[in-house]
């Protein structure tokens, strides 16, 4: 059973405006959810972060939203760029089981100039 | 550089040979993951160490897989009698004991023939 889902496997978006990605949950154990960008032959790299019990979190151009109630998330990247332009993962943790990571299926973004 | 590392970037081996991937932490964290991620897909858990201690397997690691990381420091992970169906990126993270962010290295390409 897949506990975090990213349904939308591809999304394509012009330089500068925004890119929204979406991730469900169904595993209610999972206190920290976050980001990751991952370009091919590389390992993820760690974008932003949330807790459970905040609802946004905002570093730069990226902010994650956070729906318990739902158990969804997003991450929006504004205004995006070219460089942007990789497969974006969306990863759950609980600390009751040592912060391992439960990772969706990535979301490819491909940022047009 | 302080990041997580890991040898070789790449590996052909043929059918029924053994290897043995090596993954350097970063030096403070006391939690080291191993991850596997196959085409199109997001990683998956294999298996964590707290400190030398290893906490959790996956059910993904079979008995023809080990892992060890003697003395809380570096990690070995092995994979005895090599199938094609082992061909994958291998992905080892690390994070601080209450650190809910886990850091990744670039990933060990393995490539069964």
């Known amino acids: 059973d897949q506990q975090v889902k990213q349904n939308s496997p591809s999304l394509s978006v012009q330089e500068g405006r925004i890119s929204i990605l979406n991730c469900d949950y169904t595993?209610?154990?999972?206190?920290?959810f976050l980001w990751y960008k991952k370009y091919p032959a590389e390992g993820p790299t760690f974008l932003i972060s949330?807790?459970?019990?905040?609802d946004k979190n905002e570093d730069g151009r990226f902010t994650v939203f956070l729906n318990k109630s739902a158990k969804h998330l997003s991450l929006h990247i504004v205004p995006s760029q070219p460089g942007d332009s990789a497969v974006y993962f969306c990863?759950?943790?609980?600390?009751?089981?040592?912060?391992?990571?439960?990772f969706g299926g990535g979301t490819r973004v491909l940022v047009k100039p | 550089d302080t990041g997580v590392s890991q040898n070789p970037r790449h590996k052909i081996t043929k059918r029924g040979q053994n290897v043995t991937f090596r993954c350097d932490p970063i030096?403070?964290?006391?939690?080291l993951y191993w991850y596997r991620q196959t085409l199109g897909q997001g990683p998956e858990f294999l298996t964590y160490?707290?400190?030398?201690?290893?906490?959790?397997k996956s059910r993904l690691l079979s008995d023809r897989f080990s892992a060890e990381r003697p003395k809380g420091s570096f990690s070995t992970l092995e994979i005895q009698r090599t199938e094609q169906g082992d061909s994958a990126m291998y992905l080892c993270?690390?994070?601080?004991?209450?650190?809910?962010?886990?850091?990744f290295g670039q990933g060990t390409r393995l490539t069964v023939v």
């Open positions: 993270a690390s994070s601080r004991l209450q650190g809910t962010e886990a850091f």
């Open positions: 595993n209610s154990m999972f206190d920290y």
């Open positions: 949330i807790s459970s019990i905040k």
């Open positions: 990863a759950a943790s609980a600390k009751a089981a040592g912060n391992k990571l439960t």
């Open positions: 030096s403070e964290h006391n939690r």
């Open positions: 160490f707290q400190n030398e201690a290893q906490l959790e």
